[in-house]
């Protein structure tokens, strides 16, 4: 059973950064696809950001591409989102997401398998 921890949420100014974490337990083989999600009160989850276990492909949501950046470091099971330039519209509970059956980067969650608890980004002055 695969399991997802998110860290690195808080409270931040606008304009300033945080660099959430997501790290995966558990039995991984193979190629698998890590997104990122986001869910505002009143709002539907948003797709932010997605890469293959490769890093080889990644995918942004326009409204934070070049500020987000996503990575992986496979030696430690971890996928970081680097958030720069934040806004207060990115406020969210945050959670990273692991599709190991379709394999496949996307910002459609559907297809992603195992999620994570969340983490809470506020991003307020």
């Known amino acids: 059973q695969l399991q997802l921890v998110e860290s690195g949420g808080g409270l931040v100014q606008p304009g300033g950064s945080l660099r959430l974490s997501c790290a995966a337990s558990?039995?991984?083989?193979?190629?698998?696809?890590i997104g990122w999600f986001r869910q505002a009160p009143g709002k539907e989850r948003e797709g932010v950001s997605c890469l293959s276990s490769t890093g080889g492909t990644t995918y942004y949501a326009d409204s934070v591409k070049g500020r987000f950046t996503i990575s992986i470091d496979n030696a430690k099971n971890t996928v970081y989102l680097q958030m720069n330039s934040l806004k207060p519209e990115d406020t969210a509970v945050y959670y990273c997401?692991?599709?190991?059956?379709?394999?496949?980067?996307?910002?459609?969650?559907?297809?992603?398998?195992?999620w994570g608890q969340g983490t809470q980004v506020t991003v307020s002055s």
């Open positions: 558990g039995f991984i083989s193979g190629y698998y696809a």
């Open positions: 997401a692991a599709d190991l059956t379709f394999r496949r980067c996307t910002l459609n969650g559907g297809p992603y398998d195992y």
